[in-house]
């Protein structure tokens, strides 16, 4: 099956910096590749989602690039701000089936 | 995206006793339905997937006599802790997906569960 990796496990960044999370998965036919927020008591949310016919997409602050050949997937924020500060997952699915997370990323924003 | 709701948001209960968590896709039709546990500082474990009107299907080492779980319908979807130990204490999390776009999943806002 389906197994997703996730670094850094833990990322501190200054207010105004920007943050990259990378995530590697196994499966070469997954085929959409979403990114989650999770604050402290929260569900996920999803932020941004890429699939596999495209290499990269932005939006506002937040951008995803894939790498198909080499099975890899980043998220990039952009002037970080202290409401960025929160638990981020990746994660791969195969068309219509289960979705894999990576272990996620707490990221915090110094102010 | 789709609106899910879970209710309760906290449940605290003694030993032995069952909770039944719910999970409402407000504006969605749901035609598969997850459910998810998170232990604290983890990422989100698959706990079982459940197609509306259909039985659950339980990820490997996941109880389904402990964990009963009923899809009555494309908006509603129940978990029930049966016998709950304070082991089965965590994060109880739902997500929905639909028919249109097959990938997608929104997730509720989760149940925190504690068994004293």
């Known amino acids: 099956g389906e197994n997703v990796e996730q670094h850094p496990s833990t990322l501190s960044v200054q207010e105004g910096d920007s943050a990259v999370i990378k995530c590697t998965y196994s499966?070469?036919?997954?085929?959409?590749f979403p990114w989650y927020k999770q604050e402290l008591g929260k569900g996920p949310q999803l932020i941004i989602d890429?699939?596999?016919?495209?290499g990269e997409k932005k939006d506002q602050r937040i951008a995803v690039t894939l790498n198909k050949t080499a099975k890899h997937f980043s998220l990039h924020i952009t002037e970080t701000q202290p409401e960025d500060s929160a638990v981020y997952f990746c994660?791969?699915?195969?068309?219509?089936?289960?979705?894999?997370f990576g272990a996620g990323t707490r990221l915090t924003v110094k102010p | 995206g789709a609106v899910v709701s879970q209710h309760p948001s906290w449940v605290i209960c003694k030993s032995g006793t069952s909770v039944k968590i719910e999970c409402r896709s407000l504006?969605?039709?749901?035609?598969?339905m997850f459910w998810y546990r998170q232990f604290p500082k983890q990422s989100l474990m698959l706990m079982a997937t459940?197609?509306?009107?259909?039985?659950?299907?339980?990820e490997q080492g996941v109880e389904k006599d402990k964990f009963l779980i009923n899809h009555a319908s494309l908006t509603l979807s129940t978990l029930t802790v049966t016998s709950a130990h304070p082991e089965d204490s965590s994060f109880y999390i739902c997500?929905?997906?639909?028919?249109?776009?097959?990938?997608?999943?929104?997730f509720g806002p989760g149940t925190r569960l504690t068994v004293l």
């Open positions: 890429i699939r596999s016919n495209v």
């Open positions: 459940s197609n509306e009107g259909s039985k659950a299907t339980y």
């Open positions: 504006d969605f039709q749901a035609t598969t």
């Open positions: 994660a791969a699915s195969i068309y219509n089936n289960d979705m894999r």
């Open positions: 997500s929905v997906k639909g028919s249109y776009n097959v990938n997608e999943q929104f």
């Open positions: 499966d070469s036919a997954s085929n959409y």
